[in-house]
């Protein structure tokens, strides 16, 4: 399992639609800045729905243990553990 540390943040994806709800992204503040400047954390509910694990950790430095699927271009974090570090 991977780890990765950062501040957790939503966007709205698919307004106007009817699956219009958050997207979780987490800037990170390890390695990882030095690539991304976002990246996406993929919920676990439907996607007009708030993930009520991720959700209240908005605004917040976590800790985020899960698989990272790392591409070329694309990064994203399909987490199993979120904490909140101090």
Request: glycine content about 6%; hydrophobic content about 40%.
């Amino acid at each position: 399992m991977d780890e990765i540390t950062g501040i957790l943040y939503a966007k709205t994806a698919g307004v106007g639609t009817l699956s219009e709800g958050p997207k979780y992204f987490i800037k990170p503040l390890d390695d990882y800045a030095n690539r991304w400047s976002e990246i996406l954390v993929r919920k676990k509910t439907h996607l007009w729905e708030n993930d009520p694990i991720l959700h209240k950790f908005i605004d917040k430095k976590v800790l985020i243990l899960g698989e990272i699927i790392e591409t070329k271009s694309t990064i994203t974090v399909d987490y199993e553990f979120v904490r909140v570090l101090d």
